[in-house]
Structures are given as structure tokens and as C-alpha cells.
């Protein structure tokens, strides 16, 4: 019966056959795509322990309406380009073929998003989404850094499948059905097919729209937000769609009210700020959080080591429960040193980590810290170092243009950038540079070289071996006890860490060194939740034999912006401190608060509360693990750590846009 419905009336059933085959395929393609999301995963659903069924077929029910949006998106204008050509006779084979020709490209691109989220998500914890773009500035580096890496091969194999088979199957149904189906049409048509045809153009075009949307409700379409139904992490992600994600968090970024942020008004910011820190009075002429930290009469000049080691959370060390003993050599500092047992980093990404360790400001929520022109000024533990004539250097494993840490050092107190160009090529073994311990065997050479003029120096590094590709250098005393690579490589991090130690223990500035291990951001890791905190808590030790002779545990909650304010407070150092950064050997903190691109986290000493970016607020006890949403019953918790939290990001934004971040003046106070 339909067959001859068709048969009889292709001039009006033909666009809405194409529409809905077109549809289909898209959708059975994205349902394939998003099995392989959940393999790729599949570790992760074992934190799931009732109702794994039936949460799982609604994350792909969800699946599907995103999915939906995507193809209708896809669809939209080629679709009018075929049912307006194709009720012209004479334009009939170009409508089709440019309907065609359009999903052959705009479907695969999509697919290939949807591929490239699967290593993505591994390393971040999200899926793609505009934070993506901080890298695009460095293509052949990031180009390197994916195909090094022999893990993220087994997802090419099955992306040349998927376009192959796609396209194979567009061009089969278009040069032997649907072209021949117009050949064999009437050439008369009559009022009925014609009515009919614009009835069904109406019916396409009205289900797109609701496609488009998402969903039937008037008020909003539907939102990232509509995917997190559950309290696990992983099966609300599973329901996104990456290219969805990445489209809508680029449509946020370019918005006209997205350019700044808008999280709570300046000046109440600036005030709540201001009572965090404790200021009562402030300098004149000087940023409104600047305040003199003079602790003694006297300031100890000794020289400073600063190791910024990737992606080393807690996660991954014994004390934390770790039973691999991954890092011997950082435990073993540690027990000779004073040790931040909660410090968390501002954000997950490198450039986070190294700018708010060494200037004391939090990441800005899916703002790029150090790739903005003109640089603006930062003051913070270089600025100050440099006032008391210390020698600024920082060392790292790759190209220094890579995220704009060479300018934004360089602009910002630093006298010397040592990178991957300062190596020879025999040297660099992949695309993240150098080995660890080859660039600190490079850093004792140099500074033992120049240390006979007796300044005072500081040394910052910033490692690079626990980071994909992972390449494990041969021809070296290290032999890794695990066999996954992913552990292999922080049992090197670490041995290098030893070996950098035990080199400079043979110089004479070793004895008159304070050396300070921390991260630029921990690694997604077990977390049952959408931020996770194995991402943020990380190490802070302060390593100094001549200066501490036992271990000292500090567990008081702290932030990665506090490094640099204790170790001056360490050092008894004289100085104006102009940024949100504490001295966590003379006073405390009530939260935590870090970034997760473009989701905000805040804890205290057991309550976990996450910020969505559409205001959404979610509270777990995290001290137990526990993934029930309590916010409901801690709402004035709640309210005060959001208030602390956009306070925190807000005024520093203010600061920012006012250039309140650079050189003090050296103002007097005024109440």
C-alpha cells in the first residue's frame, strides 16, 4: 500500500523520504559513535552500583534528543535548498545532489568531533567544548602531541571507517535510487501532488523546528544542563553530544555579555574580597586588596627552587592511598619537609597552573591566563623576588610559544626562558621536548655555572613527561615496576624528581636552597563527580634540609594561589602583596574555590559545592564519597560559598580590566 503511495506520488513523498532517510542514518551513525564513548569509558560505570540498566538506557534516550539537535542543525539548510529546487523541474538533480553533498562533509566533520572528544574527555573530564581552541594556536605542536600517541591510534582506524562507510552509503542511495527515481517520474503534475508536497515541506520544516529545540517546552530549548538527570558524572555525559557542546560553548564565548564576566557586581566583589583577606585599611594609590606583609624585621635570601610538575595529583601517591608507590622519591621529600596536605589548583589546564602558582590569581572560567594582548602586568612571586635582586629564570621541556608562556614570563619579571630550543635535537624525543630529568641536568649545569657572582637566584620549572604521548627515555637507570604506561611514566616523573635532587645535592647552592614541588593540576583520575577533585588537589612541599629538619603536616585548606605568598612569608620577606594569595604559615582559608573551564568548585572541610554555567548548583558530602545532591539541605552553606566563590573570580577580573595587578607603587596607608 505505501509502496504504490510512493510509487504513484514520488513528485511530493521523495524530499520527505530523503529528509527522514537522511535523519535516520545520521542518528543510527551518532548512536555507534557514542557506544564507542561508552567502551572508551567503561571503567567508570563500575562506580555505579543500582539501577545501572535503566539509567544507562535513559543516557542513551538523552543520547538520541541531543543527537537530534545536531542532525537537525545539520540538516536545516540543505533541507530548504531541496524542497525549494526540487519543485522546479529543471533543478531537481541539483537539489538532490547538493543535499547530498552537503551531509557528505557537514556529517563527517561532525563525526570526526565526536572522535576526537573520546581523548579529550580521558583527559579532561568534559566533553569538547571551546577550551579545545587554546590549543589551535599551535596545530604541528598539538598535531604531534595526539598521533604520538599510540592510545589515541585505535580511534583513527575507526574514524576512517565511519566517514568511508558514510560517504560509500550517500553515494549509493544517490546514483542508483534516488536519481533514478526522478528519471522515472511524471512530468505532469497535478494540484493534489503539488498541495500534497507543500503540506509535507510544512510537516519537515514544523518537526524540525521542534528538532532544533530539542524539546516541546516554550520558555527554553534545551541546555547541557538537560543531560545531567542522574548524580553520576559519567552517565550524564554520556547523553551529551560533542559537537552540541563544543557549538554551544563557542555561541557563550562570543556572546557580547559573555566578553567579561557578570557572576555578582564589582564592588560588592571587591569588598567581600576584601573582608577575606582581612583588610581593614588600605594603601593609597594601590590595588584595594594591597596590603603590606612584613612578618620580621629581617628577610632571608636564600635561593628558590620552584617545580611545577604535570599533572601530579595526590591521586597518585601512597600517603593518598595510592598502592602502586608510584612516587617514592616525593614521598620521601615530603617526610623531610613541610607538607599543604589540601592545597587545590585554580584550574585543569597548564597555563592555569603556571600562571596562578606563580602570580596568585585564580583562573577566570574558560579564560586563556596568559594569551591576551597587550600582556597585562603581574606583579607575584617573580615581581617580588626580582625587587630583592634575585636572578629569574624558568625552565621547561618544549617550545616556549606553546600557551604564550615565553612572552607572558618574559613580560612579567622573568630574565630568561630556558626551552626545547635550548636542547640539542638528538635531545627532543616527541612533541612535549625534552625528557624531565634531561632538562634538569641541563638547569644544575647552568645554574652552577652561574652562581660564582653569589646573586640569589630563582629557578622555576615546569615538567612535561606525565603528559601524552607518554615517552619513557631509554638508556637511563630507570627501570618503571608497572607495565601500563600511564603509571610507568609517573614512576619516571618521579625518578627524575630524585635524580634532579640528588645532582644538585653535590653544588654548593644546594645548602642555601629551599626547593617547592606543587602541580600545575592533578588528572581526572576515580572522581564520581562532574568536577573532579583528583583534577585539583594536588602536593605543596617546601623541601629545605639545612632550613627543616622533620616533617611538618599544614592542613589547612589552601589554594594553589597561596604558594607564593608563603613561601615569602617563608623567606620573611618585606613586600605588598596585591593579589588574593595567603600566607598559609600565618592564616587559613574557609573554602577552596577552583575552575573547571566553565564550572566553578567550592569546598570546605566536607561539603563539595558545584556552580554549573547556567547557575545550577549541586552539594556533596565529599569526605564520604557520597554522590546524593544535599544542596537542599544545606542551601545557606550553599549561598555562602557561591558568594565567596564569584567574589573570589569576580574582583579579580576587576582588578584586571583596572591594572591593578602589576608593580606596586608603594603607597601609605589610609583608613
Not at 192 to 207: D, E, P
Amino acid at each position: 500500500m505505501i509502496r504504490h503511495i510512493v510509487k504513484k506520488f514520488p513528485f511530493w513523498i521523495n524530499p520527505f523520504k530523503y529528509f527522514l532517510k537522511m535523519y535516520l542514518l545520521g542518528i543510527l551513525f551518532y548512536t555507534v559513535l557514542r557506544l564507542l564513548f561508552f567502551i572508551a569509558n567503561y571503567s567508570q560505570f563500575a562506580q555505579i552500583h543500582s539501577h545501572k540498566g535503566s539509567l544507562l538506557c535513559y543516557a542513551f534516550f538523552m543520547g538520541w534528543r541531543f543527537d537530534t539537535v545536531v542532525s537537525m542543525y545539520i540538516l536545516a539548510f540543505p533541507a530548504v535548498v531541496l524542497f525549494v529546487f526540487y519543485y522546479l523541474r529543471k533543478t531537481r538533480k541539483f537539489s538532490i545532489s547538493f543535499f547530498f553533498m552537503f551531509c557528505s562533509v557537514i556529517y563527517p566533520l561532525s563525526y570526526l568531533i565526536s572522535f576526537a572528544d573520546i581523548p579529550y574527555y580521558s583527559q579532561f573530564g568534559n566533553r569538547l567544548n571551546i577550551m579545545a581552541f587554546t590549543w589551535f594556536d599551535h596545530p604541528t605542536f598539538v598535531f604531534k602531541m595526539i598521533f604520538g600517541e599510540v592510545r589515541y591510534w585505535i580511534f583513527i582506524i575507526p574514524l576512517i571507517g565511519v566517514i568511508w562507510l558514510w560517504i560509500r552509503i550517500l553515494l549509493k542511495n544517490k546514483r542508483y535510487g534516488l536519481l533514478a527515481e526522478i528519471e522515472s517520474m511524471s512530468h505532469r503534475i497535478s494540484k493534489i501532488q503539488i498541495s500534497a508536497y507543500w503540506l509535507s515541506a510544512v510537516l519537515v520544516f514544523g518537526l524540525m523546528f521542534v528538532g532544533l529545540r530539542g524539546r516541546m517546552e516554550k520558555k527554553t530549548p534545551i541546555l547541557i544542563g538537560t543531560a545531567f538527570f542522574s548524580n553520576y558524572n559519567i552517565i550524564n555525559q554520556l547523553g551529551l553530544n560533542p559537537s552540541f557542546t563544543l557549538l554551544r560553548s563557542w555561541l557563550d564565548d562570543i556572546g557580547t555579555d559573555n566578553k567579561q564576566l557578570k557572576l555578582t557586581d564589582d564592588t560588592l566583589a571587591v569588598a567581600d574580597l576584601q573582608k577575606s583577606l582581612g583588610i581593614q585599611q588600605t594603601l593609597i594609590g594601590e590595588s584595594p586588596i594591597a596590603r603590606m606583609q612584613n612578618d620580621s624585621l629581617h628577610a632571608d635570601t636564600p635561593n628558590i627552587v620552584l617545580v611545577i610538575m604535570e599533572s601530579m595529583s595526590t591521586d597518585k601517591m601512597h600517603r593518598y592511598g595510592n598502592s602502586l608507590n608510584l612516587t617514592p622519591n616525593l614521598e620521601h621529600l615530603a617526610s623531610h619537609a613541610i607538607f599543604f596536605n589540601r592545597i587545590y589548583t585554580a584550574g585543569i589546564h597548564t597555563f592555569n597552573g603556571i600562571f596562578s602558582t606563580l602570580y596568585s590569581f585564580p583562573a577566570l572560567l574558560k579564560k586563556h591566563s596568559m594569551n591576551e594582548f597587550p600582556i597585562p602586568e603581574y606583579f607575584g612571586l617573580p615581581g617580588v623576588l626580582k625587587q630583592y635582586g634575585y636572578q629569574n629564570t624558568f625552565y621547561l621541556t618544549h617550545d616556549d610559544q606553546f600557551d604564550n608562556v615565553g612572552g607572558f614570563l618574559k613580560s612579567n619579571f622573568f630574565d630568561k626562558i630556558v626551552s626545547q630550543s635550548d636542547y640539542t635535537s638528538e635531545q627532543v624525543i616527541g612533541p612535549l621536548g625534552v625528557p624531565d630529568h634531561v632538562m634538569f641536568e641541563h638547569a644544575v649545569k647552568e645554574i652552577t655555572r652561574t652562581q660564582s657572582s653569589g646573586i640569589p637566584f630563582f629557578a622555576a620549572f615546569m615538567t612535561g613527561s606525565d603528559h601524552g604521548p607518554y615517552i619513557i627515555p631509554k638508556d637511563i637507570p630507570f627501570k618503571p615496576k608497572t607495565s601500563d604506561i600511564k603509571t610507568a611514566i609517573v614512576e619516571y616523573a618521579d625518578w627524575a624528581i630524585g635524580h634532579f635532587i640528588e645532582l644538585a645535592k653535590n653544588e654548593k647552592w644546594f645548602s642555601n636552597t629551599i626547593f617547592v614541588f606543587v602541580a600545575d593540576h592533578g588528572y581526572w583520575g576515580r572522581s564520581a563527580y562532574e568536577v573532579s577533585l583528583d583534577y585539583h588537589h594536588t602536593p605543596f612541599i617546601v623541601y629545605a634540609p639545612e632550613f627543616i629538619q622533620k616533617e611538618v603536616n599544614n592542613n589547612k585548606i589552601g589554594l594553589q594561589i597561596d604558594v607564593a605568598p608563603t613561601i615569602l612569608g617563608f623567606l620573611h620577606l618585606n613586600y605588598i602583596n596585591n593579589t588574593p594569595g595567603i600566607n598559609l604559615l600565618a592564616t587559613e582559608r574557609k573554602y577552596a574555590i577552583f575552575s573547571s573551564d566553565e564550572k566553578i568548585g567550592c569546598i570546605n572541610d566536607s561539603l563539595f559545592l558545584i556552580i554549573r554555567d547556567d547557575g545550577t548548583r549541586l552539594m556533596f558530602n565529599y569526605k564520604i564519597n557520597s554522590i546524593e545532591n544535599i544542596i537542599n539541605k544545606h542551601k545557606a552553606i550553599a549561598d555562602s560559598m557561591e558568594r565567596a566563590s564569584y567574589s573570589l573570580i569576580q574582583a579579580s577580573q576587576w582588578l584586571k580590566i583596572n591594572k591593578l595587578t602589576g608593580k606596586p607603587k608603594g603607597g601609605s596607608f589610609q583608613k
